[in-house]
């Protein structure tokens, strides 16, 4: 290995700590909520992609 590669530090883990536990914290609530099975697992379906509505109120927020 070269000196440059020996010294080099990864900062990429945060980001999936912060979505791991987003996940959880949204998969409780959308389960939480359900009234039904299905429900509970369109929940869970949701906490996967709660990114996606995140960025999508925070857009929805900025251009009103």
Request: glycine share 12%; with cysteine.
């Amino acid at each position: 290995m070269s000196e440059e590669k020996k010294n080099e530090k990864c900062r990429c883990h945060s980001g999936n700590a912060v979505y791991g536990l987003g996940l959880i914290g949204a998969a409780v609530y959308y389960i939480s909520t359900a009234t039904g099975f299905w429900l509970g697992v369109l929940g869970f379906l949701k906490a996967i992609v709660w990114p996606v509505f995140l960025v999508y109120g925070l857009l929805k927020f900025l251009v009103m």
